[in-house]
Every structure is written in structure tokens, then in C-alpha cells.
């Protein structure tokens, strides 16, 4: 019925290039729409290791996402081409590689492949991935993993689930349940391994320990949203997009920012501990002359070596200076939030030298550490341990050096023992003849005069904050 009208307002021309430009559109419109909904009318094929995916992701809920993103696939079939393990064991602290592309790992094989169409001088490297490798004793601890180059078309264990996060792999050996090593080893080097995945990254354990896994699982679960899997008993060959085997570390009880991409820090670490561990006080109090305030100061209690012999007085010394005074002692057993949360309350923590003072990390900034140097020449070890990690972590650091008669040894050997004269001899002589006698043999007495000066130092600091 258009017709007629058409004809009236418009040439046989003009009605031709209006039909012309009606289908160009209804081309356009169909086109768009096949775009659209191309995925819902034309569902992908899957290859053999890709039913495998399929099989694999009915058994484990936690990876269902990956078979609806088979880019996945595609990008492992691609990158497998340019896989390039890049393994470095010439760092003092840790050995370690970095793997991207078709990873495949095998926990009851300790073995982790890495599939690549390229030919290399070397195809295989042994990992033991603990960051502590000049340690014997140590390391005697922690399981070693083979990291093996494979061409393409080798017989290869095949994928029983695909992961589309990238994997950490560490050991749970060495160390692990000394306080310090607990953080130096494991917690710090684990989060600044994995910040850069914000989250999006599976944990691989080996020498796997449940009931450490339970004392820092808060901390684990806010570095990774999936679960830690214990490697060394999985049967199936997990595989991933990218793998990290070993810890990356380069100082003691630290970060070096500038080996990571993102520029992460102690700080950093220090921060995601207040978030993580509910840790209200992100400043220490500051002393002002004109205002009464009392400093909370912990005294880290220790009660089978290098303990504090005259603790009570140092405590009624520390309270007729101003201070209100904590009394605390962390083991293994101790509820690792609740702790953290008491040193957070507090503006100065002291201790002799030991795993204790590790819980330094949980101070407020600006707060003070005061660290009780034993006899033995163990400056080296003091300062590197707890001295110059403090100030990376903005806290302000005295050390107070245990002179010959606030030792016990003096009750054990004569003042002109080379005990006294030469400990270096015993260093020498290696660290469990060292440790034998000015760690676990040693307790402290201090001169309360001559303490009485740090302890005031410590609140000048506070007031300088």
C-alpha cells in the first residue's frame, strides 16, 4: 500500500537506492548479532587434554572457571613454543626458576615440566626451594625438585587439572617453627613472591606441615584465595600458566625491592600484617614534656636460655621511669593474632637475643626495639638479624651489649678462658659448638645503672617521633 505513495514523492532512482540501503543494514544488524552470540550458537571443541580439563573440573569445584575460558588452552598451546625456563642459582640465599608457558607438575615425582619447542644447553635443574641453601642443617630438611625442559611430542605425564593462576612452590622444611625463620624464611619471602599476583595464585607446599599451615593460615589466606595444596601426595599433574619454584630472597629478614617488579617492601609486609591481623595502631605514642603519658614497654620473657635473670627489677626499674610494663613469652602454641596484638599495643619491646624479638614486626611505627647483645662477639649476628631490619621497618633500634659480669658464664669459666678472650675460636669451630655455649648456655643479668640510660634513651626516641 507504500507503493503508490512512493511513487508520488520519489523517483524510480531514489526508491532503488533507499531499497539498496535498507539491505546493507539488515546485513549489518545480522552480522552483529552472529558476533554476539557466537559462543551460546556455536559451542567450542575440545582437544584430548582439554577433556581431560573437563573430566578434571567435575572433581575439583575450585577450578570450574577455567573450562568456560578455553583461551586458556589456546594461550598454553601458543606459549608452550617460546618456553624458557629462567632458573637462577647463583643468588647467595636461594635458588629458584621462573616458568611460563605448558607447566606441568608432578608431586609424586618431584618433578616439574616445562614443555617447549626450543633446544637448550641445559634441561634440567635441581631446586631445593627453601631460601637458606648455604645452611647444611637446614637444608638437609627440605625436599629437592627437578625442573625439566621437554620438547614437544616427548612423552609427558598429561594435565589432570588446568589452573588459570599462575603457582608458587616452597618448602615447608628447614626451619620452619623457630619464630624468626618462620618469617625470614617462609612469610616474608612468600609475600613478596606473590604480592605481585594480588591473591591470584595457588601455593604448592612441599615437606608440607598441617599444624603450620593452622598457626598462619589468616596470613596464607590473605596472600592466596585458593587452597594451599599439599604437592607431595597429590596424584594428579596439576598445570599452570606460569611457575615459581623457590623462594626468591636476597637479604635477612627483608626485602630488596628492587628484585621485584612491583617495588614491594618490608613496610609493605608490615602493612598487610596490620590489615590481615586487625592491628589498630599504626603509630607509636609520642612523648610530649608538657603531657603525663606512659609508654607500654614488653619485656619478651624467655625461660630456657639467655633468660633475663633479674626480670622483676628491670620491670620495677622500667615502671619508676614511666613506663607501663608488659611481661609476655611467645612458643609455638601461642595464638598468633592475639600476640600480635598485645606488641601492638605496645611502644618499646626488649629482649635478649632470640627468636622473640621477631615480634618487632608488629609494632607500631616509629615504636623502639631494644635488643640485649649477649657475650661472644655476636654483633654481626645481632645487627644483621634484628638491627638493620628494624630501621627498614621504621622502627627506632638500641642495643645494649652484656658486659663480662652480667654474664653467667662467669659462674662456668675462669675470666682468662678463651671463652671470654677469643669466642671467634668456637665460631671457627662451627655454629653448633658456637650456638652450645653463648645461646643456649648463657643467661643475663644486667647492671641496672647502666640499663637505666638505655631505657630513657628509648623515650627521648619516642619523643622524637
Known sequence: MYNPILAKSFSHYERKTFGWCAFVVMLIVVFSTCIIFKNHLYPQS????????????????????????????????????????????????????????????????????????????????????????????????????????????????????????????????????????????????????????????HFLATDYKSWWIGKYRTLLNNMSKNKILDIDNEKKVHCFPSVTTGLKSHTEFGIDSSKFPNRVSIRDFRQFLRSSLSLNRVESIKMKDDIVTRPRLLIMSRKKSRILLNEDDVRQMAEDLGYEVVLAEANLSTNLTKFAQIVNSCDVIMGVHGAGLTNMVFLPNNAVLIQLVPLGAMDYLAKRDFGDPAREMNIKYLDYKIGVNESSLVEQYPLNHKVFKDPSSYFRKGWGVFRSIYLDKQNVKVDLNRFRSTLLEAKRLLATS
Not at 636461594?94 to 617447549?116: A, H, L, P
Not at 623457630?178 to 595464585?201: A, T, W
Request: with cysteine; net charge negative; hydrophobic share 35%.
Open 46 to 201: 575440545f582437544d584430548g587434554d582439554a577433556m581431560n580439563l573437563q573430566l578434571s573440573i567435575k572433581a575439583s569445584a575450585e577450578d570450574m572457571f577455567v573450562i568456560k575460558d578455553t583461551t586458556l588452552l589456546k594461550k598454553l598451546e601458543t606459549e608452550k613454543k617460546d618456553a624458557e625456563p629462567m632458573c637462577n642459582v647463583l643468588e647467595p640465599l636461594s635458588d629458584y626458576c621462573e616458568t611460563k608457558g605448558d607447566i606441568r607438575v608432578q608431586g609424586n615425582s618431584s618433578t616439574i615440566f616445562v614443555v617447549s619447542s626450543h633446544d637448550f644447553n641445559i634441561n634440567s635443574w635441581i631446586i631445593q626451594p627453601y631460601p637458606r641453601k648455604g645452611n647444611a642443617g637446614a637444608m638437609s630438611r627440605v625436599k629437592s625438585w627437578t625442573v625439566k625442559l621437554v620438547q614437544d611430542g616427548e612423552k609427558i605425564p598429561k594435565c589432570s587439572v588446568y589452573h588459570g593462576y599462575p603457582a608458587l612452590l616452597f618448602s615447608l622444611g628447614g626451619y620452619s617453627g623457630n619464630h624468626f625463620h618462620d618469617f625470614s624464611d617462609l612469610l616474608v619471602p612468600i609475600f613478596s613472591n606473590s604480592r605481585y599476583f594480588n591473591s591470584e595464585v
